[in-house]
């Protein structure tokens, strides 16, 4: 089963790590940005060339129309005009004049090219030249071209046709030359930016690998251990202070458990150490069935506070789980006390203890956990209490949101340096370790889950000698 399941799972997704996927997102951003950015000013520099040329040719049809539509038509001035090809700075343009019957007037020079050249449709006589077109020749000369009709009045016909070329090989090749030189700063530019992401990311994510080292070293032994936010970037300082308040719980909860395993061995080491011992003189000599019976009924006494200690410890961890499901509903809290008051009313009597109970209203609690708690302070109130004294209970609103129970006792008190530490489990104060050495140390610890379930709280007020007042605080709904 185990082979065919492991043949069967998939192997776990390719990762990447942080500094390839920053290195990737730097080149990619610094491709994007430099082709934006060089494709910007190729499109400008095309553009204003173009812009430029049209213009030119443009100009030189509306110089045309103007000498041909003149009433005195100077035939040796166009001439010069159309033989004055390539006195355009660099640049070579050609002229063409034809009549309406498309015969050849006037051309430049090279007429067989201009032949060879394919013009666009013609302008109108009043419509604005602006069109042009392109031509490559095999000799790999690129002529952009215009053409457009001009009114002759004394001359030639009603109208002629301008046909105007003009020599931007030049321009083709510088166009050229500088789409060779984007490619190449698209290529540099995507490599440099690669290289200064990769150095930028492990720069930058150096902290995080330090945060490794130290975290690498922490151990069971070594918990003291801490990162100090302090020491790291802005961006890392919550990680390293979460990871703090981390390390002291898990400190805190470490040093208590281990506390709490030896309180726990301590504390189950003197019941047996009393059963074995009670075992072992019993079995040392043969005895009488009375003797017998006391044996027995001193060994249930360490059994019934075997049982109670691992009861409570047992609540205590399902507390802790949140395993346990509380069944609350409203009820009197005062009717649930008188309840608990009687199992107790024999030893009320016996140590002529009066208990006394006042106020009331509604709760909404659990009914068995409300009863465990009452019952655990009452068991320290009546332990604690001088024979004679008095024990009040007082039920009533506490604001709007929570009804307290306050249990006032006249017992033996607790030193102020102590409360800090009654909750604790098995922690018994030198005062009730001397009256009583029966308790466990969890009774109050019992009653602190059980508020802590209710979304409530406890409280104790005591004085040495004075009594101990014991508030519980539970949500009125």
Not at 295 to 316: A, K, Q
Not at 354 to 383: E, K
């Amino acid at each position: 089963m185990s082979l065919k399941k492991n043949k069967n799972q998939h192997p776990p997704p390719k990762s990447y790590s942080i500094v390839t996927r920053l290195t990737l997102a730097y080149a990619l951003t610094a491709f994007g940005m430099l082709t934006l950015t060089t494709g910007f000013l190729y499109y400008a520099l095309v553009t204003t060339l173009h812009s430029k040329d049209e213009r030119f040719l443009a100009d030189k049809i509306l110089h045309f129309r103007n000498i041909i539509r003149s009433p005195r038509l100077d035939v040796h001035e166009l001439e010069q005009e159309v033989r004055e090809g390539g006195g355009y700075q660099f640049h070579k343009y050609l002229v063409k004049i034809v009549n309406a019957h498309g015969k050849s007037i006037m051309t430049s020079e090279t007429s067989d090219l201009m032949d060879m050249l394919s013009f666009p449709h013609p302008h109108e006589v009043n419509e604005k030249p602006w069109k042009t077109g392109k031509f490559k020749s095999t000799s790999g000369e690129v002529f952009l071209m215009m053409s457009a009709w001009a009114e002759c009045h004394d001359c030639y016909g009603h109208k002629v046709l301008i046909n105007t070329a003009l020599n931007v090989t030049v321009e083709e090749t510088i166009l050229k030359q500088y789409r060779k030189q984007i490619y190449l700063v698209l290529i540099i530019g995507i490599l440099l930016a690669g290289i200064t992401g990769m150095l930028i990311a492990r720069r930058g994510l150096s902290s995080l690998r330090r945060i490794a080292v130290v975290i690498q070293r922490i151990r069971a032994s070594q918990l003291h251990e801490r990162l100090a936010p302090a020491r790291w970037p802005r961006e890392l300082t919550m990680l390293a202070t979460s990871f703090d308040e981390m390390l002291d719980r898990l400190e805190d909860s470490f040093i208590m458990l281990s506390r709490f395993s030896t309180d726990i061995a301590h504390e189950l080491r003197t019941p047996f150490n009393h059963l074995m011992g009670e075992t072992e003189v019993s079995l040392s000599k043969t005895r009488t069935i009375e003797e017998y019976q006391q044996i027995l009924e001193s060994s249930l006494e360490e059994y019934t506070r075997l049982s109670h200690m691992i009861e409570g410890l047992l609540f205590l961890a399902r507390a802790e789980n949140t395993d346990i499901k509380l069944d609350r509903t409203e009820i009197d809290p005062l009717k649930e006390i008188q309840e608990v008051l009687e199992y107790y009313e024999a030893l009320a009597e016996e140590k002529e203890i009066h208990v006394q109970c006042s106020g009331g209203g509604p709760v909404y609690a659990d009914p068995l956990l409300l009863r465990r708690a009452v019952t655990n302070i009452l068991s320290n109130a009546f332990r604690y209490s001088p024979s004679g004294t008095n024990i009040n209970i007082d039920v009533q609103e506490d604001g709007d949101q929570f009804l307290s129970i306050s249990i006032r006792d006249n017992g033996i008190g607790i030193e102020a340096e102590e409360l800090q530490n009654i909750f604790e489990r098995f922690y018994r104060t030198p005062g009730a370790k001397f009256h009583d050495t029966r308790g466990s140390g969890l009774g109050l610890s019992i009653v602190k889950s059980i508020m802590a379930l209710h979304g409530g709280t406890i409280e104790v007020l005591s004085r040495p000698s004075q009594g101990t007042t014991v508030i519980l605080r539970f949500p009125a709904k």
